[in-house]
């Protein structure tokens, strides 16, 4: 699985976004099934105004499953919150700690992200260690 973060959905729905290419071409070639959290999808309708075209297509991306989500439970939350804690110097969005939290439930590591400079610095716990993320690349600084 791969978990995807919002400027890569925005970007994907968005022709006019300076990523947009990029992103397609790299979601393309993902053979891997797709995940988004609830904050990230949130966070990704932000910049899509209602009525648009990529607004439509992203509600019909999620319906047809060409991502599934992730759901948060109190726990998760919690999580979450404490993330935002102690990442508050990056600053930590709960879209960016609930995709944490999500690899920490899932076991992946893997994201497409455009904001590769916060994803190489998160941290996923596994037991008593911390992980990296596999951080995929489809444009953005």
Known sequence: MILVDTGPLVALFDPGDPDHDRCRRSLRRQREPLCA??????????????????????REFFVRRGATLFFLDVAAIARAFELMERYADQPMDLADASLVVAAERSGTRRILTLDHRHFEVYRIRHGHRERTFQVIRCGGS
């Open 37 to 58: 959290t609830v904050p990230v999808l949130t966070e990704a309708f932000h910049p899509l105004s209602p009525g648009s075209r990529g607004s439509s297509a992203l």
